[in-house]
Protein backbone atom coordinates (compact mmCIF):
# COMPACT_ATOMS: atom_id res chain seq x y z
CA UNK A 1 0.00 0.00 0.00
CA UNK A 2 1.39 3.38 -0.77
CA UNK A 3 -0.39 7.04 0.09
CA UNK A 4 0.39 9.91 -1.87
CA UNK A 5 -0.43 13.54 -0.53
CA UNK A 6 0.43 16.25 -2.82
CA UNK A 7 1.03 19.60 -2.28
CA UNK A 8 1.97 22.86 -3.60
CA UNK A 9 -0.49 24.13 -5.90
CA UNK A 10 -2.10 27.69 -5.57
CA UNK A 11 -3.07 30.79 -8.22
CA UNK A 12 -0.37 32.22 -10.34
CA UNK A 13 0.11 34.45 -12.85
CA UNK A 14 0.49 33.41 -16.62
CA UNK A 15 4.34 33.03 -17.13
CA UNK A 16 4.55 32.22 -13.48
CA UNK A 17 6.46 29.15 -11.73
CA UNK A 18 5.54 26.42 -9.36
CA UNK A 19 6.81 23.31 -8.05
CA UNK A 20 4.67 20.35 -6.74
CA UNK A 21 5.52 17.77 -4.81
CA UNK A 22 4.09 14.26 -3.55
CA UNK A 23 5.23 12.50 -0.59
CA UNK A 24 4.68 9.14 -0.39
CA UNK A 25 4.35 6.72 2.78
CA UNK A 26 5.82 3.33 2.71
CA UNK A 27 9.24 1.75 2.73
CA UNK A 28 8.85 0.48 -1.49
CA UNK A 29 8.47 4.05 -3.00
CA UNK A 30 11.78 3.45 -4.54
CA UNK A 31 10.26 0.70 -6.32
CA UNK A 32 7.55 2.63 -8.21
CA UNK A 33 7.54 4.36 -11.38
CA UNK A 34 5.61 7.59 -10.48
CA UNK A 35 3.39 10.12 -12.63
CA UNK A 36 1.77 13.27 -12.87
CA UNK A 37 -2.22 13.70 -14.10
CA UNK A 38 -4.06 16.79 -14.60
CA UNK A 39 -8.04 17.23 -14.60
CA UNK A 40 -9.45 20.15 -15.96
CA UNK A 41 -13.26 21.01 -15.37
CA UNK A 42 -15.46 18.88 -18.24
CA UNK A 43 -12.15 17.74 -19.15
CA UNK A 44 -11.08 13.85 -18.79
CA UNK A 45 -7.74 13.06 -16.96
CA UNK A 46 -4.36 13.32 -18.75
CA UNK A 47 -0.96 12.20 -18.36
CA UNK A 48 1.64 15.04 -18.18
CA UNK A 49 4.63 13.78 -16.91
CA UNK A 50 6.04 10.18 -15.63
CA UNK A 51 9.45 8.93 -14.41
CA UNK A 52 10.27 5.57 -13.78
CA UNK A 53 11.22 4.04 -10.79
CA UNK A 54 15.52 4.37 -11.38
CA UNK A 55 14.68 7.87 -12.56
CA UNK A 56 16.87 7.01 -15.95
CA UNK A 57 13.74 7.57 -17.84
CA UNK A 58 11.35 10.36 -17.96
CA UNK A 59 7.73 11.07 -19.66
CA UNK A 60 6.43 13.99 -20.85
CA UNK A 61 3.00 14.95 -22.47
CA UNK A 62 3.65 16.97 -25.56
CA UNK A 63 1.90 20.39 -24.17
CA UNK A 64 4.79 20.95 -21.09
CA UNK A 65 7.38 19.63 -23.02
CA UNK A 66 10.47 22.38 -22.16
CA UNK A 67 8.43 23.69 -19.33
CA UNK A 68 7.77 21.25 -17.32
CA UNK A 69 10.54 18.65 -15.16
CA UNK A 70 9.64 15.33 -13.05
CA UNK A 71 11.84 14.29 -10.56
CA UNK A 72 12.06 12.01 -7.65
CA UNK A 73 13.77 12.14 -4.47
CA UNK A 74 14.46 7.99 -3.13
CA UNK A 75 15.52 9.25 0.68
CA UNK A 76 12.90 11.35 0.77
CA UNK A 77 10.02 9.38 -0.75
CA UNK A 78 9.05 12.27 -2.70
CA UNK A 79 8.45 13.19 -6.60
CA UNK A 80 8.19 16.81 -7.47
CA UNK A 81 6.67 18.63 -10.87
CA UNK A 82 8.48 21.50 -11.56
CA UNK A 83 6.12 24.03 -13.87
CA UNK A 84 7.65 26.57 -15.81
CA UNK A 85 6.50 29.33 -18.01
CA UNK A 86 2.96 28.46 -16.75
CA UNK A 87 -0.33 28.41 -19.31
CA UNK A 88 -3.89 29.26 -18.43
CA UNK A 89 -4.28 25.75 -20.18
CA UNK A 90 -2.21 24.21 -17.52
CA UNK A 91 -5.48 25.45 -14.94
CA UNK A 92 -6.34 21.73 -13.39
CA UNK A 93 -6.40 19.93 -10.24
CA UNK A 94 -3.12 18.07 -10.39
CA UNK A 95 -2.86 14.36 -9.19
CA UNK A 96 0.26 12.19 -8.31
CA UNK A 97 0.09 8.53 -9.15
CA UNK A 98 2.02 5.50 -8.44
CA UNK A 99 2.44 2.64 -10.49
CA UNK A 100 5.14 2.11 -13.53
CA UNK A 101 6.16 5.60 -14.34
CA UNK A 102 4.63 5.44 -17.81
CA UNK A 103 1.98 8.07 -19.70
CA UNK A 104 -0.68 5.05 -19.80
CA UNK A 105 -3.70 6.26 -17.03
CA UNK A 106 -4.18 2.65 -16.11
CA UNK A 107 -0.85 1.50 -15.63
CA UNK A 108 -0.90 3.19 -12.15
CA UNK A 109 -2.30 1.76 -9.25
CA UNK A 110 -2.23 4.35 -6.26
CA UNK A 111 -3.31 7.82 -6.45
CA UNK A 112 -3.20 11.13 -4.63
CA UNK A 113 -5.99 13.53 -3.63
CA UNK A 114 -4.51 16.23 -5.96
CA UNK A 115 -3.96 20.04 -5.46
CA UNK A 116 -5.56 23.07 -7.57
CA UNK A 117 -3.18 25.11 -9.83
CA UNK A 118 -5.09 28.04 -11.14
CA UNK A 119 -2.97 30.27 -13.62
CA UNK A 120 -4.41 33.87 -14.29
CA UNK A 121 -4.18 35.62 -17.74
Known amino acids: QVQLVESGGGLVQAGGSLRLSCAAS????????MGWFRQAPGKEREFVAGIRWSGAREYYADSVKGRFTISRDNAKNTVYLQMNSLKPEDTAVYYC??????????????WGQGTQVTVSS
Open 26 to 33: GRTFSSYG
Open 97 to 110: AAGAGSPLVSEYDY
